[in-house]
């Protein structure tokens, strides 16, 4: 299997074993991973995507007339949210390193489930306001703090995989909203409440209640599960040194200080990192659109009924999630990133435009379908891209950071594109994301060039050295990191 760094000749000379027997043991246990951790975290997800997705469902009942807010506040609500997440991003992502990723993560998901409970009880636009604030204020460390998590139990070219089954929660939550928001609100009138704030009820106690079995469930790292044997905690280890042999530890902004400053500096000065932004960046603005507003689009295509247009909104993500399954692992058996991530921005970019152009209810649906399909396989694929080409740690950690917080503020502009004004088309709405989807394959297609030239030039100086007869210098090398002649770009 090929590594990001280029072979360094090793000082030490390590007893042969059976190549079968290893490949079965590593098999053992990244299949242990998959099954016992992997679905624990994307339960967890779900219910971060349920909590955040239910403002949706509920406004298909009487929400903003219950508690006395226009279209154009509840759009705000829906912002201010995404200000909540940008805000509390990196300190969380310090505050990690600190109290592990074991205690921090269920301790996000209590504090968000418990405000996703208080929406039941708000009485006007100033509560919604500092509802959605603190909502996505708790929320915006949790991603993040997966992918840190996964990073410590999988290798490079098994992320993209990963990523999508775990990404994949968030879109089935957002399938499976909707057939539970189609029963939950028919409660309306039960016990004196109404059907919206049954749904908040229902969806945010489960969360509170998951984030304390996660509290006891989850573990400290590989090294220390103690579901794995002794063994398979000695394989953990040695199979990420490795993958990646100059990495030493998993490295947050939590532990930013004078000896790696120079590395937080060089994430902020690399293009490479700033062209991922701008891609996460247009990638995410359909993702956050669609996510907030499916229902409401799908009664304007003549879905009427507010239940209808609630279950009728599940299907789209029931095909996004079996596309974007398919093409990240597809992005793993191949090792490529940039054409899968291109193929999936295609696929939704074709629905955008029929959507745009179709004008009967039945292809219009179908049309949604396709575009829902293809927005969510972007954002594991180009997070795979973007963690395997970056290196030391510390560069890695900034890097990421600054890629999750472009890609949280494509909230700010995707909550604000679907006005109540432009209903039930939505045409102006589906021609913007259609314009960040083209800037998107745009950009991907030239990050694929650039660092394809950048190997060439690698190869070259390496070349040049043999003929010099020039040693290797392994401390010089963990300092450039991927300026290293030896470290090659994934493409």
């Known amino acids: 299997m090929p590594y990001s760094y280029q072979s360094i000749p090793s000082q030490e000379t390590h007893a042969v074993e059976d190549p079968q ?122 991603f993040p703090g997966v992918l840190f998590f996964l990073t410590q139990f999988y290798k490079k070219d098994e992320m993209a995989t ?9 879109v089935a939550a957002h399938a499976y909203a909707g057939v539970l928001a189609y ?15 049954w749904l908040f009820l229902i969806e945010g106690i489960p969360t509170v209640l998951m984030a304390l079995i996660a509290w006891f469930y989850l573990p400290a790292s ?42 937080a500096f060089k994430a902020l000065t690399d293009w490479k990192v700033w062209l991922w932004m ?29 239940l209808s247009a609630n279950l009728m909104s599940a299907p789209p993500y029931l095909c996004a999630v079996v596309v974007m399954i398919c093409l990240a692992y597809s992005s793993d058996r191949h090792k490529d990133r940039a054409f899968h991530a291109v193929g999936g921005a295609i696929f939704c970019l074709v629905g955008y435009a029929l959507l745009c152009f179709l004008t009967t209810r039945d292809a219009l649906y179908a049309a949604v379908c396709v575009a829902v399909a293809g927005i969510f396989v972007i954002n594991p694929i180009v997070n795979a891209w973007l963690t395997s080409n970056i290196a030391p740690d510390m560069k890695k950690s900034v890097a990421t ?26 045409i102006r709405g589906h021609s913007i994301n259609l314009g960040f989807l083209v800037a998107f394959v745009c950009l991907a297609i030239l990050q694929r060039c650039l660092l394809q030239r950048e190997n060439r030039l690698k190869e070259a100086a390496i070349k040049a050295q043999e003929a010099e007869q020039q040693p290797d210098d392994i401390a010089a090398i963990e300092v450039l990191g991927d300026e290293s002649i ?6």
């Open 21 to 142: 027997s290893a490949v079965d043991a590593e098999r053992r246990l990244v299949r242990k991973f998959d099954t016992q951790l992997l679905p624990f975290l994307s339960f967890m997800y779900l219910f971060s995507s349920l909590d955040r997705s239910s403002l949706g469902n509920a406004v298909l009942d009487n929400f903003e007339q219950d508690i006395g807010i226009t279209p154009g506040q509840f759009n705000t609500c829906v912002t201010i949210f995404y200000a909540g997440f940008l805000i509390f991003q990196i300190p969380s992502n310090m505050i990690l390193k600190r109290l592990t990723a074991r205690r921090w993560l269920p301790t996000l998901m209590f504090l968000w489930g418990i405000v996703a409970c208080c929406h039941a009880g708000v009485k006007n636009y100033a509560g919604l306001m500092t509802l959605r604030f603190f909502l996505g204020f708790f929320e915006a460390g949790f």
């Open 162 to 170: 990963r990523i999508a089954l775990f990404w994949g929660s968030t």
């Open 278 to 306: 701008v891609m996460f960046f247009c990638g995410s603005v359909p993702n956050t659109s669609i996510s907030n507003f499916l229902p409401l689009i799908v009664r304007g295509m003549g879905y009427n009924d507010k």
């Open 401 to 426: 950071a600054m890629a999750v917080s472009a890609n949280n503020s494509a909230g700010l502009v995707g909550s604000n594109i679907y006005r109540a004004s432009d209903a039930p088309r939505y």
């Open 486 to 491: 030896h470290f090659k770009y994934r493409l």
């Open 222 to 263: 590989a090294a220390t599960w103690s579901r794995l044997t002794p063994e398979q905690r000695i394989l953990a280890v040695k199979r990420l040194e490795v993958d990646s042999p100059l990495d030493h530890g998993h490295l947050t902004l939590g532990d930013l200080n004078a000896t790696n400053k120079k590395q």
């Open 183 to 197: 029963g939950i609100l028919q409660l309306r009138g039960s016990h004196g409440m109404t059907g919206w704030q």
